[in-house]
């Protein structure tokens, strides 16, 4: 990656200015809101996150088997959890939730320990997509992209909104 930290502060601004006052931006400061006094999602907030991360899945998240207590037992199992795998894992037995999805859970939750997963930040850490994500690649992300924000001193929040909006701008 040959971003210095201006640049990536920069992105990180257009990523803001493009999303401000926008559905995206509610739903993030309101998610994470939520965290703060809640260690669990509901099926109705756990919906809204899938939204926010992909569309894609919206029926799988409103699968029946996503009720409000299963979705209520998983999330608070997987955020009291010491075991990174069992976090990740537990999460992906929800309907609709992947590795970038349960990303964003950890995120929304923990801010400061996890970032978000995507496909916009790989490429711009100029790794190869992997077929399948898997933990090995997903320790492996979280650990460099903790390494960066450490190193170029600002929040994964930030690193990761300015490598997304890099990506976004650069990538053919």
Same mark, same amino acid.
């Given at each position: ?6 640049? @990536?502060?920069?992105?990180?601004? +257009? ?24 260690k669990y999602l509901d099926r109705?907030?756990? @919906?809204e996150l899938g939204l926010w +991360?992909? !569309? ?17 037992? @998983? ?9 990174? *795998?069992? #976090? ?6 929800? +309907? ?8 964003? *859970? ?6 400061? #320990?996890?970032? @978000?997963?995507?496909? #916009?930040? *790989? ?23 903790? +390494? ?12 990761? !909104? ?11």
């Amino acid at each position: 990656m040959n971003l210095s930290k201006k640049q @990536i502060v920069e992105y990180s601004k +257009k990523y803001d200015a493009q999303y401000k006052g926008k559905p995206d931006e509610l739903v993030e400061k309101g998610l994470k809101g939520w965290f703060l006094n809640h260690k669990y999602l509901d099926r109705k907030r756990f @919906i809204e996150l899938g939204l926010w +991360k992909s !569309k894609r899945q919206k029926k799988r998240y409103g699968d029946q088997e996503n009720d409000d207590l299963t979705v209520k037992e @998983i999330t608070k199992f997987a955020l009291g959890a010491k075991s990174e *795998i069992a #976090r990740m894992k537990s999460l992906m037995t929800l +309907k609709g939730v992947s590795w970038p999805v349960a990303s964003v *859970i950890l995120h929304f939750a923990f801010p400061n #320990r996890y970032p @978000i997963m995507d496909f #916009r930040v *790989i490429w711009s850490l100029g790794w190869k997509q992997p077929k399948y994500y898997n933990f090995d690649f997903w320790q492996k992300y979280v650990n460099e992209l903790r +390494k960066l924000a450490k190193k170029y001193k600002v929040s994964l929040r930030t690193l990761d !909104k300015g490598l997304w909006y890099y990506s976004k701008e650069n990538q053919k």
